[in-house]
C-alpha cells in the first residue's frame, strides 16, 4: 500500500521560505521519479517540479530560481524547499509519484503578510 505524507506548510509572509516534506511507503522509492504539484482555491492542480531517480529536476516556470526540489533515497523522503514566496503560491501542495495516481493528503501553504 503505497502512502504519501507531506508535512512542513504553514502561513508565511512575502518574501518568506518553507521547506515541505513528503515521506514516501509502500513504493521502491529510489527507482521512481517524484513531484510536487499545488492547488489554488478556485483553480486546477498544477504541477510545480519533479525529480528523477537521477536527481535531474524540472520546474514550472513560475517557481524557477525560487523553489528547489531533492530526494533522500536513504530516508525515501522528497524536499521541496520554497523561497521568496509570494502571494500567489498560496495553494495546498501535493506529493506524487510521477506518471502514477498516488497523492498525498496534500499540505496547506498560505503566503500573506
Known amino acids: 500500500q503505497v502512502q504519501l505524507v507531506e508535512s512542513g506548510g504553514g502561513l508565511v509572509q512575502p518574501g518568506g521560505s518553507l521547506r515541505l516534506s513528503c515521506a514516501a511507503s509502500?513504493?521502491?522509492?529510489?527507482?521512481?521519479?517524484m513531484a510536487w504539484y499545488r492547488q489554488a482555491p478556485g483553480k486546477q492542480r498544477e504541477f510545480v517540479a519533479a525529480?528523477?531517480?537521477?536527481?535531474?529536476?524540472t520546474y514550472v516556470g513560475s517557481v524557477k530560481g525560487r523553489f528547489t526540489i531533492s530526494r533522500d533515497n536513504a530516508n525515501n523522503t522528497v524536499y521541496l524547499q520554497m523561497n521568496s514566496l509570494k502571494p500567489e503560491d498560496t495553494a495546498v501542495y501535493y506529493c506524487?509519484?510521477?506518471?502514477?495516481?498516488?497523492w498525498g493528503q496534500g499540505t496547506r501553504v498560505t503566503v500573506s503578510s
Open positions: 509502500g513504493v521502491t522509492f529510489y527507482i521512481n521519479s
Open positions: 525529480i528523477s531517480s537521477s536527481s535531474s529536476t
Open positions: 506524487n509519484v510521477l506518471t502514477t495516481d498516488y
